[in-house]
């Protein structure tokens, strides 16, 4: 069971409207690496671990206060549109039609959040694109959701400080500062939990119980070199014992094919192809 809490995880207050600044903030809502997607993500995950309490406990945590950022988040966009209203939107709609350029540029308040959603946030990126559950990975493997989850946290740690720097209210800023320490934290979770993954399954390969002789062992460490000239050979990826252990790098400067030229037979003539010309 899931019981809301009142009180705000922390404070969403703002110095003055900004509607066009809350519009800018939908993106780390709603967009792909906003919190709707990481609280989806770590939810889902934890709902779905089979065997493993402790891990289970760790996905639902954080999931569970990811939750508490999407009403953070929401109430800020709430708090920045206050005091608009339909009439905000006649100085954009003049705007277009006196120079579309510098409308597009501009931007301004999303016509959404007054017609649509009455002064509220939605759950849509920064330019309308609705929520979609096609942005969270969960797939029963635990290695290869947790490095998922760490490259989520960075992505919408990221957005969150270039919000941060665009904005000039320090109340907003102050908000903001929260998401991102939060961010630190889920990200170094994360890792840790990756390393401890990695030590029990003694592999940094996912899946990681899967057989090594199912698969063409005389290549799984070559790195081939698909520039044209030579490539810079020098970076860990090249050269070396590889970070699973059972293998070394092996730099392929002029790599050759494996297998020969392509060639398809014709369609049956009812599906009208283009005829073959060789």
Partial sequence: ???HVKELQYEAKVSRPDPEYAKKLQEVLGGQWGEISVMMQYL????????????????LDIGTEEIAHVEILSTLIARLLDGTS???????????KTDPAVAA??????????????LGAMPSDSVGNR??????????????????????????RLQVARLY??????????????????DTAHQNQWIEAIHELEQEAQDVVVPTTFPRECELQAVSYDFYNTSRGQADADGP?????????RGAFNYVSQPVPYGDKAKLSPAPKDVYDTPPSY
């Fill in 44 to 59: 889902m995950q934890g709902f779905n671990v089979r065997a493993n309490k402790k891990y289970r406990d760790l996905l």
């Fill in 86 to 96: 339909l009439e905000c939107l006649e100085g954009q709609e003049n705007a277009y």
């Fill in 237 to 245: 990826w090249a050269q070396g014992v590889a970070p699973d252990g």
């Fill in 1 to 3: 069971m899931f019981y």
């Fill in 165 to 182: 720097t665009i904005s000039d209210d320090p109340l907003v800023k102050d908000t903001l500062s929260f998401l991102l320490a939060r």
């Fill in 105 to 118: 540029v501009l931007g301004g308040m999303n016509p959404q959040h007054a017609i649509v959603s009455g």
């Fill in 131 to 156: 929520w979609t559950a096609d942005y969270i990975i969960s797939s029963g493997n635990l290695l290869a959701d947790f490095r998922a989850n760490l490259n989520a946290e960075s992505q919408g």
